[in-house]
């Protein structure tokens, strides 16, 4: 059996997405077929369109999602028809080198579900981050779906799928934030405010957000920073030196991914402290530093890749301490569309003015 649905496709580089029916094929042994009640509008997204993650075109798009599992394939036991789940892209295979070594959060062999979800016309399609959510059912490995509390709202739970997972996990599992630290975060869309929100938690004495946008910097403050530096006005190295003492911060968490602002963010830490990279450059950036500073600055400088998260352990996780007024997922949805003002939701992206469109269906 096949299921027709709605879902969102990009069919060609820059062009704008398309509304149309793709085929949706029954789960196979370790797959999950799930019905998205929410899915996000992420940057990853747009790069998918742009064709700046790769060229596989046509693309479903869509990945930061929430849903209800409807039916599963032979052999799956995690999750059961009718769990709520939100979605992951690092389904860890539990056998490669990384997870071997205990590193399960590098898995070199995460898993996506084998049969090919296609277009009316066969067309295979491309699911984004091995996903493709802006659709009314999507078809995934198993291992993709974590069952949390059903009392979350799909809108702000379907969030840490991936950039608010990606930022608070950049401060606290990569960055390794703890009581009393000083923390500044560089880029304060979705992403940064998820590391403000994750420095927050993990009780960091003072939290420096820094961006462009008062927007951005008014919404960080929300979420738990005690101090906004304008960068458009203000020199945030020197800034944010003068607000630890002239010392720079412990940890410092660039969430913008282009030279210029890593160069502040290693600037701007203390001695022996860490720089956690999350922002996505493209790839022609390069950088150039001192070899000199690197080795006489000492501390860490680290990527984070999803917040090194385990979705079965940070998820639920995450999900309780939000049903406990602990962590404020619904500040990140700025607005909730419908499945055909995803185009629409990029331009707004673009403009800066949105923490996260959410798509409902």
Known sequence: MTHQVRAV?????????????????????????VRIEACGVCHTDLHYREGGISDDFPFLL?????GTVES?????????PGDFVILNWRAVCGQCRACLRGRPWYCFDARNAKQKMTLADGTELSPALGIGA?????????????????????????????????????????????????????????????????????GAAEIIAVDVDDRKLEAAGK??????????????????RELTGG????????????????????????????????????PEMKLELPLLDVFGRGGAL????????????????????????????DAFVTETIALDGVEAAFERMREGGVLRSVVVL
């Open 302 to 329: 680290k990527s984070s890749w999803y917040g090194d998260c385990l979705p079965g352990r940070d998820f639920p996780m995450l999900i309780d301490l939000y049903l406990q007024g602990r962590l404020d997922l």
């Open 9 to 33: 496709v990009a069919r060609a580089k820059g062009a704008p997405v398309s509304l149309e029916t793709i085929t949706v094929p029954d789960p196979g042994p370790g797959e999950a077929l």
């Open 134 to 202: 802006f659709a009314e059912k999507t078809l995934v490995a198993a291992g993709q779906c974590t069952k949390v509390d059903r009392a979350a709202s799909a809108a702000a739970a379907g969030l840490l799928g991936c950039g608010v997972m990606a930022g608070l996990g950049a401060a606290v599992n990569t960055g390794g934030v703890g009581r009393g630290d000083s923390v500044a975060v560089i880029g304060c869309g979705g992403v940064g405010a998820a590391a403000v929100a994750g420095a927050y938690l993990a």
């Open 247 to 282: 010392f720079g911060a412990d940890v410092v968490v660039e969430a913008v991914g282009r030279p210029e602002t890593y160069e502040q963010a290693f600037y701007a830490r203390d001695l022996a402290g860490t720089v956690v990279l999350v922002g996505v450059p493209t």
């Open 62 to 66: 869509g990945h930061e999602a929430a």
């Open 223 to 240: 979420l738990g920073a005690t101090h906004t530096v304008n960068s458009r006005d203000a020199d945030p190295v020197a800034a944010i």
């Open 72 to 80: 599963v394939g032979a052999g799956v036991a995690d999750v059961a």
